[in-house]
């Protein structure tokens, strides 16, 4: 097997590097089968029996060049849209033939927030080698393709998910990243509540809930979006928020 450099989001495929990858399945018989597995494929791998101590590690900082879920439901599915958005790391959920009618649709509806793929869990291990290395590539070249975006002052690195304003790194976690480029492709025109939502946490949000607005509140702050320096973050009441500029037009 090609192995990956395990710093996948600017890196390219090498030889004689490891592969890692998280493996997430309640059951211990199949978690073990599946993990022999992949070391049998030369990847190495990190067992987890919850959804919950696999999400601590990504908040850790802990990187994988893939993530492989077994999965028999729709349960996860905010938890997967959330690897995909929030942590940018590829899919590949293991299902058995009965589930994957429901997969379909979820595979569908999640194929625009990133790369994932399902397979069978008694699927060659050629097939199961094939769809990591593919789900590997799909990345590379999304990060190679993924340019610059520029207005004026502000660059958006959007492979490596980083703003500058000037020559000054402003750290915004990855939601913050994601709300602030959505606000700036759309400069001068309001975006929606559900439309932000949906992007940060992948449905629509909660009654009541004012999470959405302290991130904003945070985007605003870091990026001093104030007047002064020509911007202005406004909230529509009741509708959304939008950057107004009477700066020149965006350089992408």
């Not at 340019?147 to 502000?154: I, K, L, N, R, S």
Request: charged share 25%; proline share 3%; aromatic share 8%.
């Amino acid at each position: 097997m090609i192995s990956f450099d395990k710093s996948g989001q600017a890196g390219t495929a090498v030889k004689d590097k490891t592969f890692f990858v998280a493996l997430m399945d309640s059951d211990a018989t199949q978690r073990s089968l599946l993990r022999c597995r992949l070391d049998a494929l030369g990847c190495a791998s990190l067992a987890f029996d919850s959804m919950d101590d696999l999400f601590a590690d990504l908040r850790a900082g802990k990187k994988f060049g893939c993530i492989l879920i077994a999965i028999s439901t729709e349960e996860f599915k905010h938890q997967l849209k959330s690897i995909l958005i929030d942590f940018d790391v590829p899919l590949l959920l293991v299902a058995l033939p009965e589930y994957l009618g429901t997969l379909s649709g979820l595979k569908t509806e999640l194929a625009g927030l990133g790369s994932m793929d399902v397979v069978l869990p008694f699927c060659s291990d050629q097939e199961l080698e094939w769809r990591l290395e593919m789900l590997a590539q799909r990345k590379l070249a999304a990060n190679a393709t993924a340019g610059d975006f520029v207005w004026d002052e502000y660059r958006f690195e959007i492979a490596r998910r980083q703003v500058w304003l000037g020559e000054q790194s402003v750290p915004l976690k990855p939601m913050e990243f994601h709300l602030a480029l959505e606000l700036f492709r759309n400069m001068n025109s309001l975006v929606t509540r559900e439309r932000l939502s949906v992007l940060w946490r992948g449905r629509p949000r909660s009654p009541g809930s004012r999470a959405l607005d302290v991130c904003i509140s945070n985007v605003r702050r870091k990026l001093k979006l104030l007047p002064e320096r020509g911007l202005i973050l406004r909230s529509i009441y009741g509708r959304g928020y939008e950057v107004n500029s009477m700066r020149k037009e965006a350089q992408v």
